[in-house]
């Protein structure tokens, strides 16, 4: 049986040349999550697809399938917001690939969980209406591992199962993805980078909201370094791959 959809909100994550005039396109897409589709005479087509398959851009897109097995045929693709403030931007730029990256590691063709695909966009407008790159970074990765079932725990230390007491400095170990508090910590010197109690904080309170609550919060300073730290190394530990494109983050 074929599949037809239509009018399907969706980001371009990745789109390289196919051939002479064809190109295949990753989409994250509201509903289905990812899907990679070929945009035939992408090159050649003046009106259909001029402009629209950039990377980060905002769709509204229609494909066909005709069998499971094949690959989807893109056929319309209305442009929603390209995000133009944010291409002129490079800090922004920067980050918005660091995301793109995190959201190919992390989404399978089956995940199709609509918080992923609101958090991609609210990070999207968030850094195209100019919002400060690192702390957009920060938010949403807090709440990406969370969506993809892999919310560490900032509550109670994966060693001894206790709170660590108020205003006791934690670690976070990537390998129970969770808090090692002061007295575990002292038994494997390896994992030395310390939390301060104000990052754990943030980071519970981030995890407690929803998407429509992000803005207010204001990770700056320590605690938004040592988010990013965190949830970089999270990340290289469960992907078991470098993020390259967080090395041309600034600063
Ligand atoms: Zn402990």
């Not at 629209?52 to 209305?78: D, G, M, N, R, W």
């Not at 990256?101 to 199709?112: D, P, S, V």
């Not at 609210?122 to 702390?135: A, E, F, I, Q, V």
Request: with cysteine; aromatic share 10%; net charge positive.
């Amino acid at each position: 049986m074929p599949t037809i959809r239509s009018d399907l909100p969706a980001l371009v994550l990745d789109s390289i040349d196919h051939g002479e005039s064809d190109k295949i396109v990753t989409f994250f897409c509201q509903d289905i999550g990812k899907l990679t589709a070929i945009a035939k005479g992408a090159h050649r087509s003046k009106k259909r697809f001029l402009n629209k398959l950039e990377l980060f851009t905002f769709l509204q897109i229609s494909y066909s399938k005709s069998s499971p097995a094949s690959l989807s045929v893109l056929s319309e693709a209305e442009l929603l917001n390209s995000f133009i403030s944010l291409r002129s931007n490079l800090p922004c730029y920067r980050t918005a690939s660091i995301i793109r990256e995190f959201m190919l590691l992390a989404t399978g063709e089956t995940i199709n969980d609509d918080n992923v695909f609101k958090l991609a966009l609210w990070t999207l407008h968030s850094l195209d209406r100019g919002d400060n790159p690192k702390r957009v970074l920060s938010l949403f990765l807090v709440k990406l591992f969370d969506f993809i079932g892999y919310r560490p725990d900032f509550a109670f230390c994966q060693g001894c199962g206790k709170e660590p007491g108020n205003g006791n400095p934690a670690t976070f170990s990537v390998q129970t993805g969770g808090l090692v508090c002061r007295e575990c910590m002292a038994q494997d010197p390896n994992s030395a980078r310390i939390l301060t109690p104000g990052t754990t904080h943030m980071i519970r309170a981030i995890q407690q909201q929803p998407i429509s609550r992000l803005n207010r919060f204001k990770p700056g300073g320590m605690v938004l370094q040592q988010i990013l730290d965190c949830f970089y190394r999270y990340g290289r530990h469960l992907f078991q791959r470098e993020i390259h494109s967080w090395k041309c983050m600034d600063g």
